[in-house]
């Protein structure tokens, strides 16, 4: 079982805590996990190492240290960046795949 959902790197409506507690309740109940997913769509907030490098090692921890994989990957502005060269969008990339390949938690 692949446990996989959007929304918890930015903690988008409070995801995280709730992606904890789902980790938390399958363990309880003995349902096997092999790996954490993270969907990664991030709207016009930056990419924050510092947090998502926090919110990587709690998952791992939290979920026994199974593997952690980014499923997809997006920065969308939503036209509320000015970037018309697209210098923002390509450092939001860099940043996010930096931190995140950076981190031996994440295996893909």
Known sequence: LFLNDYGILDNRYNRFNMYLDQIRD?????????AIGLQSHLGASRVDPEYFKYVVETLHHESGGVPIWITEFDWNQKGVVSDPDDSINAKQIEDFYRIMFSLPEIEG
Do not use: I
């Open 26 to 34: 399958l363990q309880e109940r003995g349902a096997p996990f092999d």
